[in-house]
């Protein structure tokens, strides 16, 4: 859904709608901010976190153990909370 900042000012019931879909908030016929729900922000932070953790284990994984330390492969990634 997409308001103006006025229309959010003047008819702030549009807010209910958050749970159905995002509400893109203009400002000047520019997105300004986005509104969403709190569960799906948490999902949207958790699937980047994870996607993060995913390239840093693959970047370990093609390092080899000779480059970690001392330690192998499967030690970071229990470190990392993958294991």
Request: hydrophobic share 35%.
């Amino acid at each position: 859904m997409n308001i103006s900042a006025t229309q959010l000012k003047q008819q702030t019931y549009l807010l209910d709608h958050v749970k159905e879909e995002d509400i893109v908030i203009t400002k000047r016929d520019k997105p300004f901010a986005v509104v969403v729900d709190i569960d799906r922000y948490k999902a949207l932070i958790h699937d980047a976190e994870q996607s993060k953790r995913d390239q840093k284990l693959q970047a370990l994984s093609s390092l080899g153990s000779y480059s970690l330390g001392g330690k192998g492969y499967a030690e970071i990634k229990t470190e990392m909370g993958n294991g």
